[in-house]
């Protein structure tokens, strides 16, 4: 099984780290740009990172929105025999999907199809599954069967079968998305995959973490039952969550050179794997982009890629500790639109510390202890 390992210590089974790489693809924006469909899909299917956060998260009645940095998926199984799927794993929402034999829309066409029929574990259940994403909508029902991820088994885990999904999914290299935040947030009542590891007791801990590498389409990883302290340098700081439901924390301050551009009373942010920028309110993004030199351009902030070296850090203060990022961390360059920040608008209070932050900071998502555990990445 090459796309999953194992890390065992000497002394007992439950000390292993169970490894799932993540493969770093292409993106959406990538292959729109490259077929010049990027500016008539930015504009029809326009970017609302907020959209799973909404309080409505299983009504999926918003139109569709767009994610179209999302880089980084993992391989799992499920069925027996085992049918293998490129899956996002999210930390901002709960369910896990896949498309299915079911459906029929562009976005599903392209993509791996789930067929219950060929699997001897299934069990119909048949709850209907309604899901908003940020990156899209999904609408299908659930099932039951075995769902196999860096070699553990999660015996019959509920799991839903898309039946239709948004157009913008089509340009996803991901087949589906496994949710890894808080079953209270699980549409349908459905229990996460994580929840099952630990009842199962698959898990030496109750925790899992996140590499992200920067550069190289190798190297990222999901870890469960541990930290792999290869990935990251110096110590962890541990940050309790103000929010029981995502990995939701409280952020004191943001600042560009000691002085404070946004957040100077405090806000929360959610850690959230399945959003590609740092996105918060319009007001405080546009007033960081304005102070790294960034001017507002059809949605996204611009910067003169010649200048990289000369922009300042952009520093979160959390629990006491300074979480900074450097300019060459949070631009990001294209060959057909120049270089734009990874700042975002978000529309609503709520900060996402998405894959520009997690580049930076190993992240460790402690389930057992509610709390998340940020390291310099190495």
């Not at 990538?30 to 970017?47: A, F, I, N, S």
């Not at 029981?244 to 806000?267: F, H, K, M, P, R």
Request: charged share 15%.
């Amino acid at each position: 099984m090459k796309w999953a390992f194992v890390m065992c210590a000497m002394v007992a089974l439950s000390e292993c780290l169970v490894q799932i790489p993540l493969e770093k693809s292409k993106t959406a924006r990538e292959t729109l740009e490259e077929q010049g469909l990027w500016e008539e899909y930015r504009l029809k299917y326009p970017y609302n990172p907020m959209a799973k956060f909404d309080e409505r998260f299983a009504a999926g009645s918003e139109s569709m929105t767009n994610d179209a940095d999302l880089a980084y998926h993992g391989i799992i199984s499920i069925g027996t025999p085992p049918q293998s799927f490129k899956v996002i794993f999210d930390t901002g929402s709960s369910n896990l999907w896949v498309p299915s034999v079911y459906c029929s829309s562009p976005a599903c066409n392209n993509h791996d199809k789930y067929n219950p029929s060929i699997s001897s574990t299934y069990i119909h259940y048949g709850g209907a599954l309604q899901i908003q994403y940020g990156t899209g909508s999904m609408t299908g029902f659930l099932g039951f069967d075995t769902v196999t991820v860096g070699g553990l088994a999660v015996k019959n885990q509920v799991f839903g079968l898309s039946q239709s999904e948004a157009p913008f999914m089509k340009y996803m290299r991901a087949d589906g998305i496994l949710g890894l935040a808080y079953p209270r947030l699980s549409a349908s009542g459905a229990t996460p995959v994580f929840d099952n590891m630990m009842r199962q007791r698959l898990v030496g801990q109750d925790l899992f973490s996140v590499y992200l590498s920067s550069n190289s389409q190798q190297g990222s990883v999901v870890t469960f039952g541990g930290v792999d302290p290869n990935h990251y340098s110096g110590s962890i700081s541990w940050i309790p969550l103000s929010n029981e439901l995502y990995w939701q924390i409280t952020v004191d301050s943001v600042t560009v050179n000691g002085q404070v551009v946004a957040c100077n009373a405090g806000c929360q942010a959610i850690v959230d794997t399945g959003t590609s920028l740092i996105v918060g309110p319009q007001g405080s993004i546009s007033s960081i982009n304005s102070f790294v030199g960034a001017s507002s351009q059809n949605g996204d902030y611009m910067v003169n890629c010649n200048s990289i070296s000369q922009m300042p850090d952009v520093t979160f203060h959390i629990h006491g500790q300074e979480f900074t990022i450097p300019a060459s961390a949070y631009v990001r360059q294209s060959q057909y639109y120049g270089c734009r920040t990874g700042f975002g608008n978000g529309g609503g209070s709520l900060w996402i510390l998405g894959d520009v932050f997690i580049r930076q900071y190993y992240s460790i998502f402690n389930r057992a202890q509610n709390m998340v555990g940020l390291a310099q990445a190495r």
